[in-house]
């Protein structure tokens, strides 16, 4: 339970919202390559309204658009350590359009470049794929 979750939740309230919060979670893994992904977009796909995704949210102490980011640069990372995928095609297959864009996002997460990180982290030749 969370602070938020006092005792004059019921049972099926904190249920209800916890349920709703994995389930955003759950979109937001299975839509992160699109770029124009909008919390309205998960909302009709999960059956509620924006403003129950933002409380639910609120709750986890994060924000739809820093849950978007952090699994996008999470997906990003994975794909530059295991993939041989150019740069460019990891930011796309992650919602990013401008690389560069990209490659800023990515150094705030991530504290470098997404090439330094691969060279850092990156596949050991014979094991890296394409995906």
């Avoid at 249920?15 to 979670?25: D, I, N, S, Y």
């Avoid at 490659?103 to 691969?118: C, D, E, I, N, T």
């Amino acid at each position: 339970m969370t602070d938020m979750d006092h005792v004059n939740h019921r049972p099926s309230t904190i249920r209800g919202r916890r349920e709703l919060f994995e389930a955003v979670m759950e979109r937001l893994h299975e839509r992160l390559g699109e770029p124009d992904l909008q919390i309205h977009d998960i909302a009709a796909d999960t059956f509620a309204s924006r403003r129950q995704i933002q409380r639910v949210m609120e709750e986890q102490r994060t924000t739809f658009r820093a849950e978007l980011a952090r699994i996008r640069m999470d997906r990003a990372a994975e794909l530059l350590v295991t993939t041989t995928l150019p740069v460019r095609e990891v930011a796309a297959r992650v919602g990013y359009r401008q690389p560069a864009q990209f490659a800023k996002a990515f150094r705030l997460r991530h504290g470098s470049a997404p090439s330094v990180y691969r060279g850092d982290h990156g596949a050991r030749p014979g094991w890296a794929r394409a995906a």
